[in-house]
DNA sequence: TCCAGGAACTAATGCGCTTCAGCGATCAAG
DNA sequence: CTTGATCGCTGAAGCGCATTAGTTCCTGGA
């Protein structure tokens, strides 16, 4: 190792201790609220604590039985799916919020695949690096929350669904299947009967429950129903070729509901460009609401949910179950339909 | 805490040392390819371990002297100019792909000023939380680099530009003044005289430095030149007023350069909307190059740059300096333009 | 035949912290 | 006035690993 400037010592407890001449176990019982000590002396260690500018070594700390002080999150989907998506950043936002309130740290990494993204959590758990982790995109037959349950590692799963109850995880979810019903019943509204439902990751337990919520809706109304959704990878290109692909059909959808924001404007844009016009012809939709649904024309309508606010139930659910709390169920407001230019009254046939 | 099944203990080398009835050193020794072991134990032990499952805990190697096992990664933003920007995911990636290699892991944090960065590089430099750190968004007199020097955390500064250098810091930067100067000659080639540059946040360093670059090449190109630079904060919004403003001005522009892809496609729109027609009226180019870009219309011509690969260099120049090599500044490729369909030729006064 | 020297391994120590078992001193109860 | 309990504190052990200082055994050279 090359010289630095200045080394720096970090002060410790035994620093403390001999600053403020009582033992270390005194300094231990003191800083953490323990009692065993005075209450005028553990001020006064506190003030020589502050005044070194001492602070905890975690990993002494968690080598004598304490958590890692960190939480894990990891991400599996290839880079350039990633990068368009404001849903990750927003959701970390709020995640970091709950956490740095208790000094949290979070541990971040981007895979692959879930394969990759199960060995990470293996790794992290024989590394004692983690006290627990949030998942995201949470899909059928989801071998993750076995694996965490398995290896006792508090989890909460992001966007889960009620059934995923699993004992030892946590699940924070949005009533997707009600956003949908509420969707397709405003649409029904403005007449629509043709919805071509734009979805995206295939075996993603959210697509799934969207999927499943729009068959359900379109029976609940009746034969003359004809809606249907179609699986993409969330690409602003799988979405411009679904969307080509429905409207060059036979009878084309009046209104295009998409998964997410990058996917609604793709649409948009293959959908203008053959020649029909939003809202007038046909009617766009976004389930995600950002800056994006405004920087196009016409402004995407869009279910908007608190995503931010997301992450933040999902760390605080994690912070309860670090706590010793039980694994609960919660979930989190129903997407709310902003309707703006790009939905109107169906075309009359 | 609550009864969790299967507590699942770790296993740690005493196991190892029992099953492979040898003592904690030589399992130490083989398993860390140290001298003091025979070929034929060290497989042994390399065995006994892969049969356990085992790694070694990050908090007692660090305890002992060994580094945390982890990089920091800051970035000081408000959580809604980070969401829809695609870059930092992307510089995620590239990084992480480093990372990963040597089984690194990434702490992150979001937070919202310079001076919470600082809090947090205080924090987990006293904390022994991290071996190094990844500065991004380098600013005039910053004061990141002087508190990282003082901590001795090595650190690898993105974008900072040639004048940066900091001992104990190194730097990883892209011409941006290169990549304007060839822009400004292209928009010359095409006969723009009059062009602004609506640029990030002054006070980063990366802004400053295209903004005098584009100040340079006007003074180059002569008096007739009517060119410069209007300051944001990188959102939509204060893009398409100073698009608006610009453009209502008495001699609006016959170019416009963009930050980033979001104010890129923020300006087009709000161009568009006062009638001016792209590229017939008014040229449109984009700092940053993503899906965005060819999710209007017109496709925008833009800067690419690898980002990915940018984060891939600043993580493999943040390994060097662990590895006890010497600071140094390493250049990126020049951002080379992309010219999709919102360039082209000034319309003649 | 004896010893130096190296190879292969063990024992002991320390990293910074928590925690548990003491241990005087004080204090209320019997 | 004695007995136990309680308070305020100290000492020591231990977490999982790396490392240094032994220790034993073996080999080869004289």
Redesign the pocket.
Known sequence: MPARRSPA?????????RRA????????????G?????????ERVRRVAEQLG????T????????GAATVGFVVARPADTLGVDSFFLQLISGIQEVLAERHLGLLFQVVESVEDECAVYRRWWAE?RVDGVLVVDPRAEDPRPDLLGELGLPAVVIGGGPDSRQPGTSTVWADDAGAMASLVDRLYELGHRRIVHVAGLPRLAHTERRIRALRTEAERHGPQARVHSVTTDYSDAESAAATRRVLGAGEPPTALVYDNDVMAVAGLAAATELGFAVPADLSVVSWEDSALCRLVKPWLSALSRDTVGFGRTAAGELMALLDGGPARTVQVPVPRLIERDSTGPARPH
Chains 1, 2 share one sequence.
């Open positions: 010592r970090r002060p410790t407890m035994k620093d403390i201790a001449g009582v033992s270390e176990s005194a300094v231990s019982f003191a800083l953490n323990r009692p065993g000590v005075s209450e005028v002396t553990r001492w602070r905890p070594s990993a002494a700390r968690q080598l004598s039985g304490e004692h």
